[in-house]
């Protein structure tokens, strides 16, 4: 008899996994939904895209010297915001006219030439950051004019302390949650006020994350993948001003808008599927979707419910690291439970999970690449795991979607090559888990995704 090891196990891990088409009810844990700060969707839009919710930044003369003056103007704004892209703000504090990050950097990006609010970027380039330089620049700026320096030091300061850490594996993928694990690094958990030094040890490692659609957010109890973010979910979305933030008063102020900012993200609304879809084959994969997918992802149409659910790693089978890396990291668990974020009448707290939440799919056709890391290229081999290329690229210059598998067109390759090619044999990037599409038919996985073309 064949001796029966550890390898061959693993070896059919995938294929006895595939057998179950859903999860047993226990094991699944449920989120419990909290009470949100109540606010104004139009308040929230207009101090998302003009408001200066980082009080420094690059100064405006230095930023159009650099880049030019952007021409799509996208967001139809006015002054000198027209000159911007969309994931910039121009704020103006002592009469130095400064340019900002804005969470559109990563929460938006084009379909077919328009702009879409809510849609993750994932086309930004964060494969070579350690490269990144701009001490000479900052000296120029020291020496020609003071007064600006003065102004846009906090910015530069959380820069050059932040980029060299942020290095991915491969272009397409986001370390939101290393930029937040060095942020707090450099942070007094109750004062807020910067330290040059770390405060606590930051990891080695740079875990990749896929950047979710935020029109999600209305469904959800919690927030990031694992689904640790719990409570004020409009603390979790004001994390970016830890880049300039200079004390817990500054804090209070930013904080007072992002009620509006959550009511905003929740008024969002998936674009429609562009296509054609065909009907009776939709209907035939809502039945089948209703019967295997539905318990973790819950239902759509007039009577949807989400049911928010906690999908252990034993079940799921996905890539562990992002959930046992920054999510269970002990230093950046306690500091942000034990921080300005839990206290006042709103707080906010982390709860590590060993596992991932089972997200809505509300506008899932556009969402691609798929699984929390990126790692698939495609929806139709989120359904079918012997279509995941081991190794893939695609083109980041432009729009090249493809609607009807649907998902981002891609080669896929023998070997890697390079940051600009996926590869999923790498630490964080694998593209394992979420089997149970394997157990359907041919014709179960094409009528569930003409489905899903609906939502």
Same mark, same amino acid.
């Given at each position: ?230 409570? +004020? ?14 004390? #817990? =008063? *500054? &804090?209070?102020?930013? $904080? ?105 799919? +509300? ?14 290229? #495609? =929806? *139709? &081999?989120?359904?079918? $795991? ?70």
């Amino acid at each position: 008899m064949k001796k029966l090891t550890i390898l061959s196990l693993l070896a059919v891990l995938p294929i006895l996994l595939s057998l179950r088409y859903t999860p047993a009810a226990e094991d699944l844990i449920p989120v419990p939904a909290s009470v949100q700060q109540p606010g104004d969707a139009a308040l929230g839009y207009e101090y998302l895209t003009t408001g200066d919710f980082l009080k420094s930044g690059v100064p405006y003369s230095y930023f159009i010297m650099a880049n030019g003056k952007n021409t799509t103007n996208y967001l139809n704004r006015s002054d000198r915001n027209a000159n911007v892209g969309p994931g910039y703000n121009v704020i103006t504090h002592d009469g130095v006219d400064m340019v900002i990050p804005t969470c559109l950097q990563c929460h938006a990006e084009t379909f077919e030439d328009k702009l879409i609010i809510g849609l993750g970027n994932t086309r930004l380039d964060f494969s070579s950051t350690s490269k990144i330089d701009v001490s000479s620049q900052i000296n120029v700026l020291r020496t020609l004019s003071p007064k600006q320096y003065n102004k846009a030091r906090p910015f530069f300061d959380a820069f050059t302390a932040t980029y060299p850490y942020m290095e991915t594996e491969v272009r397409g993928v986001n370390p939101a949650d290393r930029l937040a694990m060095v942020l707090v690094a450099h942070r007094d958990p109750q004062s807020l006020r910067w330290s040059d030094a770390p405060m606590i040890m930051i990891p080695e490692q740079v875990i990749p994350t896929d950047v979710p659609a935020w029109w999600l957010m209305k469904k959800k109890n919690a927030m990031f993948y694992s689904g640790f973010g719990r409570g +004020d979910l409009a603390k979790f979305l004001m994390l970016s001003n830890l880049l300039t933030v200079s004390d #817990t =008063l *500054e &804090a209070r102020e930013v $904080s007072s808008h992002f009620g509006n900012v959550l009511a905003y993200i929740r008024s969002l609304e998936p674009p429609k599927y562009p296509g054609t879809i065909d009907k009776v084959k939709a209907e035939k994969g809502r039945v089948v979707f209703n019967d295997n997918c539905s318990r973790c992802h819950g239902t759509y149409g007039a009577d949807g419910q989400y049911p928010n659910l906690l999908v252990p790693l034993s079940t799921i089978a996905t890539d562990s690291l992002l959930c046992y890396g920054v999510q269970q990291s002990k230093p950046f668990v306690d500091w942000f439970n034990q921080s300005w974020f839990v206290q006042g009448d709103n707080p906010a707290q982390l709860v590590p999970f060993n596992g991932y939440i089972a997200p809505p799919l +509300d506008g899932v056709w556009i969402t691609a690449p798929y699984l929390h890391n990126g790692s698939v290229p #495609t =929806l *139709e &081999a989120v359904l079918n $795991s012997k279509l995941r290329p081991q190794y893939w690229q695609r083109n980041f210059s432009h729009d090249e979607y493809d609607i009807n598998k649907p998902g981002i067109k891609y080669t896929a390759l023998t070997v890697p090559e390079a940051k600009h090619c996926y590869n999923t044999t790498l630490p964080g990037y694998g593209n394992m888990g979420h089997y149970f599409g394997d157990a359907l038919t041919d014709d179960e996985r094409k009528n569930v995704l003409e489905y899903l073309k609906t939502l």
